[in-house]
């Protein structure tokens, strides 16, 4: 079946530096994939999200590319900042209802 | 401009005693979702309605039932609460049908329950 795979947490990482954060995914269909993120006590926000092959999703500084050759839709920024701590979950949707989240990845900031 | 609004945000209930959460959207969604998540783990979807259509996951407990009486509004019934059902619970909605840009899950801001 389908399945995200993110790399463990936690990443802590000094306010400015570059933050990435991995996803791969297995899929039998052609999904679209997605970032979430949940702040502490929060529920989940979409970040980002892209729809097709070298798609880019892109929202207050973060990024990803859907690359269907790797299986990846890596996270990045260029430069965090302390309110970005947070846990951030890699999604996919096959169609069908269910949208299939990898486990999250807890991202400490210090100022 | 809340879209998914879930109420109360913190339940505390005694063991066995039956609680209620709630769930409401101004998206006119076809689809809601009810996930359960513990220690901000990835959510765990418990069952989901499509318009009127009941979809239960099979490992979802029997203690745990729902409600969508109209659109806007659906219902997490938990019947006997154990101590192990303690969690956030998360409400979502998206709108099944259309294209693949606008074919999205939100998510409410969750319901903490705390069982005593």
């Known amino acids: 079946g389908d399945s995200v795979t993110q790399m463990e947490g936690p990443v802590t990482l000094s306010e400015e530096a570059f933050l990435t954060i991995n996803c791969t995914y297995t899929?039998?269909?052609?999904?679209?994939l997605f970032w979430y993120v949940q702040y502490p006590g929060e529920g989940l926000q979409l970040l980002l999200k892209?729809?097709?092959?070298?798609d880019k999703g892109s929202n207050k500084g973060f990024e990803a590319t859907y690359r269907k050759e790797t299986t990846s839709f890596h996270l990045e920024k260029g430069s965090v900042q302390v309110s970005d701590s947070a846990v951030y979950f890699c999604?996919?949707?096959?169609?069908?209802?269910?949208?299939?989240f990898g486990a999250g990845t807890r991202l400490f900031v210090k100022a | 401009d809340a879209m998914v609004i879930q109420n109360p945000r913190y339940q505390v209930t005694q063991f066995g005693k039956p609680v209620t959460l709630s769930c409401s959207q101004t998206?006119?969604?076809?689809?809601m979702y009810w996930y359960q998540q513990k220690s901000s783990q990835a959510p765990k979807l418990l069952f989901h309605?499509?318009?009127?259509?009941?979809?239960n996951e099979a490992d979802t407990p029997d203690n745990f039932q729902s409600r969508r009486p109209n659109t806007s509004f659906c219902f997490l019934d938990i019947r006997s609460p154990g101590l192990g059902d303690a969690a956030m619970y998360l409400c979502?909605?998206?709108?099944?049908?259309?294209?693949?840009?606008?074919?999205?899950?939100?998510f409410g801001p969750g319901t903490r329950l705390t069982v005593l």
């Open positions: 979502a909605t998206r709108r099944v049908g259309t294209s693949r840009s606008t074919d999205t899950q939100y």
């Open positions: 899929a039998t269909g052609y999904p679209s």
């Open positions: 892209a729809t097709k092959a070298d």
């Open positions: 999604a996919l949707s096959s169609g069908g209802f269910k949208t299939i």
């Open positions: 998206l006119n969604h076809n689809v």
């Open positions: 309605y499509y318009d009127k259509d009941f979809n």
